[in-house]
């Protein structure tokens, strides 16, 4: 069983939800990250997103777009974000690593390097957001291989059978975008939410981890009680951004953030 799928049964025995941030690898500098994925944990997250900054993204928001604009100012790569997890898994061997980016680095690398150098950092699922089920099979063969879980993206309009494809190659968990748009857009339908997940899980038996849109506690409460998993990203990054020239004050208001999301979704 991989760190995901023990993770989200231990989860279920004690009925809770996964709360799972997502921060872009070397934002606001490379220092900076595995510090802060260790005080997420102490804050009582169960899987941490880490965000591999890329030029050109399609599905980030301007916060997240700003987040990679400054860890590539700081020459941060997929090879060195697989660094900051490898650093990261030293002393902690039990929370789950999913690396989420875009297909081109992953590309230049090549498949099998790739799926090498995840396993060897200590990633336990990839996304990539513009690698579609369908072109997916070679890629997700040799992350399997190597017990390393391959994640995809839904919409509001995936039909049933994309689902089942995703069912069948994909594995750890689904990222449900819970809205039409990019990261950090618009505000949550918890009643279409309700709906579309119920639609995907008659076809699927992997969980749920719903994201886009999580902004504070309240939407990870009520997001909470709808799916498996609550993935928040812009809300957590643009407390860096408010506090690009206080490191120390931007963790902080990070942890305090997440807490309280911990808080509403355990209550």
Request: net charge negative.
């Amino acid at each position: 069983m991989s760190r995901l799928a023990a993770t989200f049964a231990e989860l279920a025995e004690k009925n809770r939800k996964a709360l799972i941030p997502f921060v872009t690898a070397g934002d606001p500098n490379p220092e900076f990250t595995v510090p802060l994925m260790h005080a997420m944990v102490g804050a009582g997250v169960d899987i941490i997103e880490l965000g591999v900054p890329f030029s050109d993204p399609m599905a980030d928001g301007p916060v997240i777009q700003r987040a990679s604009e400054r860890a590539l100012a700081h020459h941060q790569s997929l090879r060195t974000t697989l660094a900051i997890a490898k650093e990261f898994r030293k002393t902690n061997g039990h929370t789950p690593i999913v690396i989420m980016g875009y297909l081109n680095p992953v590309e230049v690398m090549g498949y099998e390097k790739f799926a090498d150098a995840v396993q060897a950092a200590g990633v336990d699922g990839v996304l990539t957001v513009d690698l579609p089920p369908e072109e997916a099979e070679e890629c997700t063969a040799l992350l399997k291989a190597r017990g390393v879980d391959p994640i995809f993206l839904l919409a509001p309009n995936s039909s049933a059978e994309r689902v089942q494809k995703m069912d069948v190659i994909g594995a750890g968990y689904l990222y449900y975008v819970s809205l039409k748009g990019v990261t950090g857009a618009g505000h949550l339908n918890a009643a279409d939410v309700e709906a579309k997940l119920a639609e995907i899980r008659v076809n699927t038996k992997l969980p749920i981890a719903v994201g886009f849109g999580v902004k504070d506690a309240e939407t990870a409460k009520v997001i909470g009680n709808l799916g498996d998993g609550v993935v928040v990203g812009s809300a957590l990054i643009s407390q860096i951004e408010a506090n690009l020239y206080s490191p120390a004050q931007a963790k902080m208001a990070i942890i305090e953030l997440l807490t309280a999301m911990r808080h509403a979704m355990d209550n």
